[in-house]
């Protein structure tokens, strides 16, 4: 059974300008990841300053390698993020 982990990430300046040539590959990467059951849930707060999400994994390292092989962290639109393991209670 997979584990659950909470990603929070920030967004770089002007990410509405910077994000639009890598918006297309990053939403349908997106799609494959939930239908797959990779991702859960993930959006950027409505300030556009941060990014949330729930991934499914077996462990930290594959959840990584999931976030930093996305176009937005590649191309500098996502700028840090941190992974915790998540225990969902309901």
């Known amino acids: 059974m997979s584990k659950k982990y909470v990603m929070w990430g920030t967004y770089c300046a002007d990410v509405l300008e910077k994000r639009a040539p890598y918006r297309q590959a990053h939403l349908d990467n997106l799609k494959a990841l939930k239908e797959s ?7 950027p707060t409505q300030d556009l ?5 729930v991934y499914a994994a077996e ?3 594959s959840v990584r390698k999931l976030i930093e092989s996305d176009v937005y962290w590649q ?3 996502w700028t840090s993020y941190e992974v915790r393991e998540w225990i969902q209670a309901f």
Request: charged letters at 15%; hydrophobic letters at 40%; a negative charge.
């Open 37 to 43: 059951g990779q991702v859960i849930t993930i959006g």
């Open 49 to 53: 300053t941060m990014v949330f999400g």
């Open 59 to 61: 462990d930290e390292d």
């Open 75 to 77: 191309n500098q639109i």
